[in-house]
Structure formats: structure tokens, C-alpha cells
């Protein structure tokens, strides 16, 4: 089921020499006036992910509405932390939150509060207040620099209080954008397989990018596999045994129904959801002269009949189409061995893109097309490691090395961060999300063991 969507309002925007915020529509209540010291900023810092340098940011905690019931209380401190652990794992900031700022002595007077602020070393700040209307929960945020004390952005959220993890979700990325010029992460889902309920089947779940409010979406009592996200978020394609044999089927995330997509007397594997948002690749065995081997195929996300792609003497599997809908990457062991190749969609044009390494396999996209990140075996063949591949210079790199084998990787739709399948020691099979250079990783799952993520896309 898809999340209600959250009204928000622009309070103000100052003028930013790093990126301009987009305008907004007015689709909440009237816009709340502008603080007075609404003035251009003169902060000019370019902050990149996992930079050496942090912005130092202060977000002290929010006074509480007068009567607000102990449930809008539980809502408002869930918000605020969920808010402190968005912006702290960007990597953009150093968040100084309440313990810290404790000892600060608010006056009322704003200029000498936000100077406090910059006495503990914090160059911007992040204030918050609660409001409440009816049932909604109201959430007005306001940046300010602390170098000269201008209020630089302000964003206002409402929503049930059931709602409070996205409102902090939706004010991060806002906070982000503006500072960066790039869209957060924080309001994304990954999709992922678990076993984690038992019964011997392994069933396809969401959660949030960062672990959070994970739920099942397929009750097969089956094997399901390899899910991967529609563009606009609306469903997902994935692979199936629960009739049988395998088959690609479709989740519509808005009726919670399931269809077929591919089931016929061929097997079927491996697919990918094109951003048409109509064509769907898979993978499927064909036999011919005697032999047989794996093809890509097409096909209509409605049914219809299968369209061949790929026609080798090799293996080929696991397609993905590009973001711009023209090219197919996909694993083809053609050359001898598993590699990662490009495509057009109707097979023309074909590119090896990897050179290093004797097994490379299931490539994933970055947003712009301009690299693919995959899994490659190591020279001892008995793990894998995440490394990506830049499509422009031919340069590739590790992302992961020591323990472990990781494996199925997919970028954020930001393309900062990557989502991977590890195997540990002790641990079984978890999901983790790292930074796009490999220096900032953060396990996301724990119960059971858990497989294959797909990092959704922005569900504008």
C-alpha cells in the first residue's frame, strides 16, 4: 500500500549561492510569515557526500505544544530523532542535538540564542516547532546561518501523527537539497527478500533507506525472489515459484494485487522494470540445434508475447535497463567467463565493460548512466565483492574488501549511496547500505536472513 502523501508548505527560501531550492506549490493551510530576518545568506559552502570537512549543525529539541495528548508527545520525540539520524547519516553534517545543547539558556531574543549556538562551534542551525490542528501533527522547520544570524530556508509539514518518521523524512531531504543542489534519500524504500517468517518460504519486503517500518508485501508461502522497483514507485516485478515453476510477476503497491507478468511453460528469471514503466526483461532458457542457453528477452508489463533479445552461444542474465530506457546491461559468459556487457534494447551495439576480474556479475545502474555497479569474485573464487565501473573512462574500483562475500548491489536514486547483499560469518545473509565510495557502511537488516535489495527511485 502506498504511504499517504504529507502537505508541505515553502515557509520561506533565501537566496542560495550554493543551489536555489525549486518552488513549491501552496498545498497546504496559508504560508506562515516570513521571519523577519529573512535576508541573503552569505554562507558559500559546497558540500559533498561523505566530505572530510562537515557543516556543524545545531538542532536543539522543540518545545512541546500546551495539552498535547501522550500520543502526539510519543509522535513529536520519534520525529525529532527520526530528524537528527537522517541528517547525521548523510555524511554532510555534524549534528549537535539536545544532550549537547542542553546547557544553552534560550532569552527569547533571537539574535543572542543563535549566537549561543555558535559558541558551541556550529556554523547553521536547524529550528524546529510543533504546532497541532485537530488531528494533524504540524512540523515548521527554519534554517538559519550563524555566521551573520540570517534565516536562510523554512519548510512546514503536517500530517497524522502515524505520518511523524516521513515528516522528518521529507524536512532532511529539504535540508539537504538546499544545501547540495541533490535530492536526499531519506523518503526512498528498499525492496528485499527475507526468510525471516519461516515455513520455508522467502517472501519480498519494504522498508525504509534506513531500515525502518520493514513489512512483507507477498504472502505466497513460496519462494520469491529479485525484486526490482517500477520507476514511479507504484509496484514492483519479481520472481516467483509459488505456482510451481518460476515466473515474473507484478506487486501493484496501490491495491496490493499480484499478476502475472511472464508464466509460461519456459522458466523465467531475473527481471528488471524498464523506465517506461511498461517494458519488463527477463531472463529464460532457450534451446536450439541441440543446445542450450540463457537469453534476454522483452515483454509487456500486461502480458503479450515475449520478444528475444540476446541470441549467444553463452549465458546471458540478469538485464537491467538504463534510466534513459536505450541501453541493457546485463551478465553474459560469451567470452568464457561471466561479464558485465552494454547494449541497445534491440541487442545492437554490443560493449564488454568489464576487464578485470575473471567473474563479474549483476551490474546495477547509476541515475545518470554513467556507471554500473556490480559483484565480482575474487581470485580465490569463494566470495564476492561490490566494485563499479565508470562507463565514460573505463576506470573501475572496489568498493568492498576483507570478510564476507557481498553481492546484488544497486544505487540510490541520488547514485551516493549503494544498497548490498552481505554474507558473514555468524550473521547470515543482511542487507547493508554504504556510501558510494565504500568508506561509510551501515548494516540495515537483522532478523532472519535477508536478500537481494533494490533501492527504489523518487515516488514524485
Not at 116 to 137: D, I, M, P, S
Not at 212 to 224: E, L, N, P, V
Not at 422 to 436: C, D
Request: charged share 25%; net charge negative; hydrophobic share 35%.
Amino acid at each position: 500500500m502506498r504511504v499517504p502523501i504529507l502537505r508541505m508548505i515553502v515557509l520561506a527560501t533565501a537566496p542560495c549561492l550554493l543551489a536555489a531550492s525549486p518552488v513549491l506549490a501552496q498545498t497546504g493551510p496559508e504560508a506562515a510569515t516570513a521571519d523577519p530576518a529573512a535576508l541573503p545568506s552569505d554562507l558559500q559552502l559546497v558540500l559533498e557526500p561523505d566530505a572530510s570537512v562537515r557543516l556543524n549543525l545545531a538542532l536543539p529539541r522543540a518545545g512541546r505544544p500546551p495539552g498535547a495528548r501522550p500520543e502526539f508527545l510519543d509522535a513529536m520525540g520519534e520525529l525529532e530523532q527520526t530528524l537528527r539520524e537522517d541528517l547525521a547519516f548523510t555524511q554532510l553534517f555534524d549534528v549537535q542535538g539536545p544532550e549537547v545543547l542542553s546547557a544553552v539558556r534560550l532569552s527569547g531574543d533571537r539574535a543572542r540564542d543563535l549566537e549561543q549556538y555558535r559558541a558551541y562551534g556550529n556554523e547553521v542551525a536547524l529550528l524546529t516547532e510543533f504546532k497541532l490542528n485537530g488531528e494533524e501533527l504540524i512540523l515548521e522547520g527554519r534554517v538559519y546561518d550563524l555566521a551573520n544570524g540570517q534565516f536562510i530556508l523554512g519548510k512546514r509539514f503536517s500530517g497524522a501523527i502515524d505520518l511523524a518518521r516521513r515528516i522528518a523524512h521529507a524536512l532532511s531531504d529539504e535540508v539537504v537539497l538546499y544545501f547540495t543542489g541533490r535530492r536526499g534519500i531519506a523518503m526512498t524504500s528498499i525492496a528485499f527478500v527475507s526468510d525471516r517468517e519461516g515455513q520455508g518460504s522467502k517472501e519480498i519486503f519494504l522498508m525504509d533507506y534506513d531500515g525502518h517500518a520493514q513489512r512483507r508485501i507477498t504472502g505466497h508461502i513460496s519462494t520469491s525472489l529479485s525484486p526490482v522497483w517500477a520507476v514511479d514507485g507504484s509496484g514492483l516485478a519479481y520472481l516467483s515459484y509459488f505456482q510451481g515453476r518460476p515466473g515474473v510477476y507484478w506487486a501493484d503497491l496501490t491495491t496490493g494485487r499480484k499478476t502475472a507478468v511472464v508464466f509460461e511453460e519456459q522458466p523465467a528469471y531475473s527481471p528488471s522494470v524498464c523506465s517506461d514503466g511498461e517494458t519488463v526483461l527477463f531472463s529464460r532458457p532457450v534451446r536450439r540445434s541441440g543446445k542450450s542457453s540463457t537469453e534476454i528477452f522483452s515483454v509487456e508489463r500486461d502480458g503479450g508475447t515475449p520478444r528475444q533479445i540476446t541470441r549467444s552461444s553463452g549465458e546471458d542474465t540478469n538485464p537491467e535497463c538504463s534510466p534513459d530506457g536505450s541501453r541493457i546491461a546485463f551478465t553474459s559468459s560469451r567470452s568464457g567467463t561471466p561479464q558485465i556487457y552494454v547494449m541497445d534494447m534491440d541487442g545492437g551495439n554490443l560493449d564488454r565493460v568489464t576487464v578485470n576480474g575473471r567473474y563479474n556479475e549483476g551490474a546495477s545502474w547509476h541515475p545518470d548512466g554513467s556507471k554500473l555497479v556490480y559483484a565480482r569474485r575474487t581470485e580465490r573464487g569463494d566470495r564476492f565483492d561490490i566494485a563499479v565501473v565508470d562507463l565514460v573512462t573505463d576506470h573501475d574500483q572496489l568498493l568492498t574488501t576483507g570478510p564476507g562475500s557481498h553481492e546484488y548491489p544497486t544505487f540510490s536514486p541520488n547514485g551516493e549511496w549503494v544498497v548490498f547483499e552481505s554474507r558473514q560469518r555468524g550473521r547470515g545473509r543482511q542487507i547493508y547500505v554504504m556510501s558510494g565510495d565504500g568508506r561509510y557502511v551501515r548494516q540495515v537488516t537483522t532478523r532472519g536472513n535477508n536478500y537481494s535489495p533494490s533501492w527504489s527511485g523518487y515516488f514524485d
